[in-house]
Structure formats: C-alpha cells, structure tokens
C-alpha cells in the first residue's frame, strides 16, 4: 500500500523562523487534526537501517498511538540523542507540522556537547522544520515558542535531571508547563527502578522509580492522563545497570502521558 505520508526528501519547505506567534495573549489550542493512524511512514526510505532494526525494541507505532501525535502538531524534544524518534517524528507530523530540538544551555560544558549534537542532527536530516534550539532551562522560555508546542517528549534522560544535569526537575517541569500549548501533551519515558526507590539510583544504575516521576510531575501542576506498558519487561529486576550488555536495550520502560491544563 502506496504510504499518504510523505518522505523526509519530498516535504515541502517550510519556514521555522518562529515557533509561534509572537503575541500570547490568547494561547492556540491544542491542533485537533486526524491522529496518525497509518504508520506506513515507518518504512519510508529515509529512515535509517540501526533505526529500522531497533524498532522491534522501542514499539515507534505504540508510542505514536499513545502520544496521541497528529499531523501538523509542534513537537519539542528534550536531548534527541541519535536521532531516532527525532526521524519518526518529521514523518508522522507531516508537512505542516515542527520538531525543535533542545539542549539546555546549562550543558554548554559538557564533553559529549549536546548542543552542537542537537544542531548536527537537525543540520543532517535537512528538512526546515526540524531545527534545533537551545536556552537556559532556568528561563525565561523565548517569547515565539511560550504556548506553542502540542507536545514535549522526554526519553531515557529524566532521570539525569536528578544527578547530571545543572538544574533541577521542578525547573525543567516548570519550562515544559511554559512550552506547552493548553491541553498540551507531556510524555516522559525513562528505564524503571525498583518501586520506591525514588531518584537513589540515578547515579548509578541510571535508573529512576516510575511512580517518583509522577508523583514529581503532577507536583508540577500536570494533569496525569495515563501510563503505558508497551516497553514493559517484567523480566527486568530494574537493579542492573541500563548499560550492561545483558540488559541494555531490553530494560523494563515507564511511559507516562500528561496534560497541561487547558
């Protein structure tokens, strides 16, 4: 079946000269598009091969499902990393949709230099709504994308903010409630600790307690909509390192969705 996504080569240029309108006196709502129902896009060519054999693993159609994206949506993602659901995500929004990239300024120092791979990133996929940004986390969050964004995803660094990272998770949380159109989505997934262990092992196994982060999240002033199971594995004992070869990739996931009021 021909895919009614298009590939990352045919979209139409557009400009991300700004994130949003300039005047926030009356915040857009959340986009109410049809929601991805054709995953098709999941074989388009432009994905990578290491992307395509790590789908198996990391479920890309469930998570977009749970998500909730649909085309046309602003997506800001915390850290993208290597890029995987960065790629995922210039496809399932479609032509009119953004992905940002962030990393905070509080990381300009650090050896692996998250900034400069964040812009790297984007510089090679080369489409112009992808692009890459970076502001301090402590704020203020820049007046074009305040209220703008249908989601802000967060992957596998939560935990981070707790042991790493140059600020703490109330400052991050209060920027994500800042970015986030009303109603806007906030998914957080991250490798599970043992149950009531909170933060304890974020330096070490690099790990964190699914029920802490909500706990955390709702703190906040987030709405908590619901958690998937998709990554799940009950296998796991959640007390290993997420780095040892006989776990890495295959640990036991927490994925939790929530809402900014509207």
Same mark, same amino acid.
Not at 20 to 47: C, H, I, K, N, W
Not at 68 to 93: C, D, H, K, N
Not at 179 to 190: R, S
């Given at each position: 079946?021909?895919?009614? &996504?298009?590939?990352?080569?045919?979209?139409? $240029?557009l400009?991300? $000269?700004?994130?949003?309108?300039?005047?926030?006196?009356?915040?857009?709502a959340?986009?109410?598009?049809?929601?991805?129902?054709?995953? $098709?896009?999941?074989? *388009? &060519?432009?994905?990578?091969d290491? *992307?395509?054999?790590?789908?198996?693993?990391?479920?890309?159609? !469930?998570?977009?499902?749970?998500a909730?994206?649909?085309?046309?949506?602003?997506?800001f993602?915390?850290?993208?990393?290597?890029?995987?659901?960065?790629?995922?995500?210039?496809?399932?929004?479609?032509? *009119?949709?953004?992905?940002?990239?962030?990393?905070? *300024?509080?990381?300009a120092?650090?050896?692996?230099?998250?900034?400069?791979?964040?812009?790297k990133?984007a &510089?090679?996929?080369?489409d112009?709504?992808?692009?890459?940004?970076?502001?301090?986390? &402590?704020?203020?969050?820049?007046?074009?994308?305040?209220?703008?964004?249908?989601?802000?995803?967060?992957?596998? @660094?939560?935990?981070?903010?707790? @042991?790493l990272?140059?600020? !703490?998770?109330?400052?991050? @949380?209060?920027?994500?409630?800042?970015?986030?159109?009303p109603?806007?989505?906030?998914?957080?997934?991250?490798?599970?600790?043992?149950?009531?262990?909170?933060?304890?092992?974020?330096?070490?196994?690099?790990?964190? !307690?699914?029920?802490?982060? %909500?706990?955390?999240?709702?703190?906040?002033?987030?709405?908590?909509?619901?958690?998937?199971?998709?990554?799940?594995?009950?296998?796991?004992?959640?007390?290993? @390192?997420?780095?040892?070869?006989?776990?890495k990739?295959?640990?036991?996931?927490?994925?939790?969705?929530?809402? %900014?009021?509207?």
């Amino acid at each position: 079946m021909k895919s009614a &996504a298009l590939s990352l080569a045919s979209v139409l $240029a557009l400009s991300l $000269a700004a994130c949003g309108s300039a005047d926030q006196s009356a915040p857009e709502a959340v986009a109410t598009t049809e929601a991805v129902s054709d995953y $098709a896009f999941l074989d *388009d &060519a432009s994905r990578t091969d290491d *992307d395509r054999a790590a789908d198996a693993l990391r479920k890309p159609a !469930d998570m977009l499902e749970f998500a909730g994206l649909t085309s046309g949506q602003t997506v800001f993602e915390m850290l993208p990393g290597g890029g995987y659901f960065t790629r995922i995500f210039a496809l399932a929004t479609g032509p *009119d949709g953004k992905v940002v990239l962030y990393a905070p *300024d509080e990381m300009a120092d650090k050896p692996w230099k998250p900034i400069e791979g964040a812009e790297k990133l984007a &510089a090679e996929i080369g489409d112009p709504r992808i692009t890459a940004t970076h502001f301090p986390v &402590a704020g203020p969050v820049p007046e074009a994308m305040a209220g703008t964004f249908d989601l802000v995803w967060t992957s596998r @660094n939560y935990h981070d903010f707790h @042991n790493l990272l140059d600020f !703490d998770p109330a400052t991050y @949380n209060a920027m994500v409630m800042d970015l986030l159109k009303p109603g806007g989505t906030y998914i957080v997934l991250d490798h599970s600790a043992p149950v009531g262990s909170g933060a304890s092992a974020t330096d070490t196994t690099h790990r964190i !307690d699914g029920e802490f982060v %909500k706990a955390e999240i709702e703190k906040a002033g987030f709405e908590f909509v619901s958690e998937s199971d998709v990554l799940a594995n009950p296998d796991d004992t959640r007390d290993v @390192n997420v780095y040892d070869e006989a776990i890495k990739g295959q640990t036991d996931q927490f994925v939790l969705k929530f809402r %900014k009021p509207a």
